[in-house]
């Protein structure tokens, strides 16, 4: 095992929300594993930018959940956490 590798074996048994949503990023693109999104949403509701909006994003398209969960969810993130969805859709392009 490569010393990357053993890096983020370790960010991931700390529940390092960068290591979760990379993990689950992976694990739903690549492999196409709707229960990574479970990962997300947690890193997502923790205020991990990058996984709210795409959890927000996936659910609209009617992925994990229901549009309007998924509206709900944004919403009520964006209001407690105060999180800039324009932004972080920006940053991601």
Do not use: W
């Not at 529940?15 to 993990?23: G, V």
């Not at 709900?72 to 392009?93: H, P, V, W, Y």
């Amino acid at each position: 095992m490569g010393e990357n590798q053993h890096i983020l074996q370790q960010c991931r048994a700390c529940d390092n929300p960068e290591s979760i949503f990379r993990e689950a990023f992976e694990v739903f693109f690549m492999q196409g594993n709707v229960e990574a999104l479970y990962g997300m949403h947690i890193v997502a509701t923790a205020g991990h930018m990058e996984a709210a909006y795409l959890v927000g994003l996936l659910g609209m398209s009617g992925i994990g959940q229901s549009k309007e969960d998924a509206l709900e969810f944004l919403c009520s993130l964006n209001q407690r956490n105060n999180i800039d969805m324009k932004g972080t859709r920006d940053a991601l392009r």
